[in-house]
């Protein structure tokens, strides 16, 4: 059975909508691992590099600040990747919102509560300094974005396309719906484990 790693984004967890939708959707047919990541980022690349040297999945698909990871990781180490918003510039997100925040969507070990303060803006932008760094030029076409034409938040199109070819649009915001996921986000899916066979 074909393995697929989501990655959620910031704000989020591995019971978001999204992540649900695309379990339901290929439910039978592939295995959708959903895990909650951490929110530091130094810390979730190492827990994404390893979850994906162990798990050996066929493709990422990441979401907004878990389509920041999807690229970092899918282009070092060849995997496939399907960009939903993604989020390049995390640093730009965190600043104005410094302060207590909760998930959106539960987590597993409970932990609803969390911080945004200089230190975790500061790590981002370690990491984010660092994105493009290892980009495998064999990957210019197994990494795929798929851009909300109603996202306000994340802008990253033009960017994305200095590095990658195809780039795909859907009428929905920053956060797709289930329904979305289904209509947009799922069929594209499809077509990259059937093209893009590791």
Known sequence: MRKILFLHGFFASGQCVLATALCDAFNGRALVMT?????HPKEAVCFIRKLIEKERPDLLVGNSCGAFYAELLASA???PALLGNPYFKMTEFLKPRIGKHQYKSPRKDGKQDFTIDEALIEEFADVEAKQFESRNPLCKDRIWGLFGEQDTLAHFEPLFLRHYERSYHFPGGHTPTAEEVR???VPLVEKMLNELKS
């Not at 895990?35 to 929110?39: E, L, V």
């Open 77 to 79: 180490q060849s995997i």
């Open 35 to 39: 895990p909650d990541i951490p929110m």
């Open 183 to 185: 209509t947009w986000y």
